[in-house]
Nanobody, 120 residues
């Protein structure tokens, strides 16, 4: 199983980025998936999840209304569309699969992380 996260970069505050997480060795549709982020000196935290059943979604309050999590079954890829980015969104973003809820230890598979830097 391999998750490959991509799409990070440097963007100005107010801008947008779209992260991708391509999976090999597993089928997205049968796993709960999530995006997490970790800023320097902070604990890894969940920002969005999408469930295997009906694709229901969860968003952390800090990103609600600005970020959107989706998945494309045909491509076995998950996305995180990030709009109205703020400097406090600066972090390494990780995709994860096969877990439950918002606690990062419950997720079994992880991507390598992609750095998002938002300048003010």
């Amino acid at each position: 199983v391999q998750l490959q996260a991509s799409g990070g970069g440097l963007v100005q505050a107010g801008g947008s980025l779209k992260l991708s997480c391509a999976a090999s060795g597993l089928t997205f549709s049968i796993y709960n998936m999530g995006w997490f982020r970790q800023a320097p000196g902070k604990e890894r935290g969940c920002i969005a999840t999408i469930s295997k059943i009906a694709g229901s979604t969860y968003y952390a309050d800090s990103v609600k209304g600005r970020f959107t999590i989706t998945r494309e079954k045909v491509k076995n890829t998950m996305y995180l569309q990030m709009n109205s980015l703020k400097p406090e969104d600066t972090a390494v973003y990780y995709c994860a699969a096969d877990g439950s809820g918002t606690g990062w230890p419950s997720y079994k598979y992880w991507g390598q992380g992609t750095l998002v830097t938002v300048s003010s």
